[in-house]
């Protein structure tokens, strides 16, 4: 089975073991919907979680599980990563991609020169997000995951095309 990681566990959430988790899904909701199921990866051993409740505060999700009760055991997770059995995945539109299916992709210009890898999707409170390119020469930059920089997104080359203007790189 093929797993997803779809946030971390930051901290706890009041006394009843709520779980503060910084996600990088788009579909919490659905995620975290009372008895859906989620993996915490915990001492390199992935435990399955039911989920209890979910709610959004400042920006993170608070999600109580019931096989966690309260602050102690909530304590233990701290730091860990959630995540999701890729089978359960939805299909998006034609266009979006899951931030994971972006994650190790080849990054080439327009005319096909290959400029590094995206490492991974980094999310913005506001405007759009961004991918961070780990270029050839060893450094990293963030290009704007928007359709002026974002030309082209190719699953089946493992590419994407950007379009580069005077410092962007």
Known sequence: MEYIEIGTIVNTHGIKGEL????????DSVRYK????????????????????????????????EEITDINAAEAYKNDKVLIDASTRAALPEGQYYFSDLANLAVVDEEGNR??????????????????IRMDN?????????????KKI????????????????
Request: glycine content about 10%; hydrophobic content about 40%.
């Open 154 to 169: 190719d699953l089946d080359t493992g590419t994407i095309t950007i379009h580069v203007i005077e410092g962007l790189l």
């Open 115 to 132: 400029i590094g890898t995206c490492i991974q999707v980094e999310t913005t409170n506001g405007a759009q997000n961004n991918l961070r």
């Open 138 to 150: 060893g450094k990293e930059t963030l290009v704007p995951n928007v359709p002026l920089f974002v």
């Open 20 to 27: 503060k988790i910084q996600s990088i899904s788009d579909f």
């Open 34 to 65: 009372k008895g859906a199921i989620v993996y915490i990866l915990h001492d390199g051993k992935l435990i399955p979680m039911k989920a209890r409740s979910f709610r959004r505060h400042k920006g993170m999700s608070l999600v109580a599980f």
